[in-house]
């Protein structure tokens, strides 16, 4: 389809689902297991009712918000995802010169198809990065210091949800095909993903250098290298919402990975509720930013109801790149004018400012 007739981001994937190698395709949209937390992560905004205010005067709205000391249009930043070129071949450089038009944030992930360098060149002034800790930690402090030297960088997220690799079935049953492999190198460092006895997952293959000894005590290890704020990202109890505001974390991203970490582990959303009612203390001392399964600006305006300070999204913004640069900005547009309307529409004027339990309805997640 032409990226006019694109009006959703729903529309986006089903763009990808016909124009993707099946590879590409089950990488990407594929999580883990039977992919039960991937699609409760959206389907459970869904069952969210918002809770309209009406005769306000609306006719000026404000969606753009403050995060770790950059200005956003809106709350919204590219979750980091490994391997964008798959999606595109303008891969993260696209997104990244896209993100800075619509005023927006890219996450920069560690397994990036592109030189770190190469993407934050094509950053104007902001970019977050996101750390896999590598067995080897004097690699992850050389990495640290590499991406941070440009002062682009505004904070370090260091992803704890996948200390192994988690069974990627619909990954592993597609066989990479040659197109897969020159897409991805040399810079992904991803092999071309052969068959070998236990499948042909890109994931497995690319991802063997994760340390899995990480814990909180590391916390004071990052913090002796950067002091740049320090975001855990992987959260999926309000007990760990704790943990990282006693190991004083600057942020925390509620997620499970898009659900490719441990299948069956809670919907993003409802994880969020959870901390509102064990721990509401955790959103006075940190920023509590989550992803997964937000498709809708009105997914958005739910989730800062409900205690976040922006959100994350992951697929879309992959399948957008197979548009290229452009079909970044589009998507980024779509979700700015849905946010807009959802605040108008709810007598939201200041989502920052505004933004409260009062204006959803979450009954029907009770039982
Ligand atoms: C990811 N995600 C991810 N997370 C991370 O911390 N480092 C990474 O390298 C990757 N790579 C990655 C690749 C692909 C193809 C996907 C789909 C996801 C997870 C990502 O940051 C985010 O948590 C989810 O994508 C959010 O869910 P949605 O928006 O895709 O539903």
Known sequence: PDLDDIINLDDFEKAAEQTLSKKAWAYIHGASNDNITRDANQHMYKRIWLRPA??????VVDTSCELFGCRLSMPVYISPTGAVRMAGPEGEVGQAKAAATAGIIQCMSTPASYPHDEILAATKDQAFFQLYVNKNRAESEKLIRQVTS??????????????????REDDER??????TGTTLTPASRVSAGKKDKKGSGLTRQNSNFIDSTLNWNDIAWLRSITNLPIVVKGIQRWEDAVMAMKWKCDGIVISNHGGRAAD?????ILVLMEIQKHCPQ?????KVLTDGGIRRGSDVVKALCLGASAVGIGRPFMYAVGYGQEGVEHLASILQEEIKVAMQLCGITNLAREASPSYVNTADLDH
């Open 54 to 59: 009406v005769m306000r005067d609306i006719s």
């Open 264 to 268: 069956t582990s809670p919907p993003s």
């Open 150 to 167: 440009s002062g682009l960088v505004k904070a370090i997220f260091v992803t704890v949800d996948c200390p192994v690799i988690s069974k």
């Open 174 to 179: 597609v066989k990479a095909d040659e197109k």
């Open 282 to 286: 955790v959103f006075r001392s940190m």
